[in-house]
Nanobody, 124 residues
Framework: QVQLVESGGGLVQAGGSLRLSCAASGRTFNNYAMGWFRQAPGKEREFVAAISSGGGSTIYAESVKGRFTISGDNAKNTVYLQMNSLKTEDAAVYYC?????????????????WGQGTQVTVSS
């Protein structure tokens, strides 16, 4: 059974940084793309970033481009989201997800497995 466990969320002041981690277990993820999504209260879940299997390709939402960086460690089956210059509008529950294809996608429906989420709070 596939499990995704996010960590690294918390409270940070605007302008600060956080690093989220997502550890995957339950199968081999060598040919799987991974992504980060977020959902703020009263809003729909939105795409944040994704990385292809092997890390050769990354994509970002326009709202986070230049501030967030997604990376992966295949040996650890872990994907990271480095978030810098955080804004109050970045506050949300952040979810990591895995899709059973090597290429990235911005669509949440393209992902097969999801973590429970980690809360990111940004104070002004």
């Amino acid at each position: 059974q596939v499990q995704l466990v996010e960590s690294g969320g918390g409270l940070v002041q605007a302008g600060g940084s956080l690093r989220l981690s997502c550890a995957a277990s339950g199968r081999t993820f060598n040919n799987y793309a991974m992504g980060w999504f977020r959902q703020a209260p009263g809003k729909e879940r939105e795409f944040v970033a994704a990385i292809s299997s092997g890390g050769g390709s990354t994509i970002y939402a326009e709202s986070v481009k230049g501030r967030f960086t997604i990376s992966g460690d295949n040996a650890k089956n872990t994907v990271y989201l480095q978030m810098n210059s955080l804004k109050t509008e970045d506050a949300a529950v952040y979810y990591c997800a895995v899709r059973s294809y090597s290429v990235t996608s911005r669509c949440s429906s393209a992902y097969d497995y999801w973590g429970q989420g980690t809360q990111v709070t940004v104070s002004s």
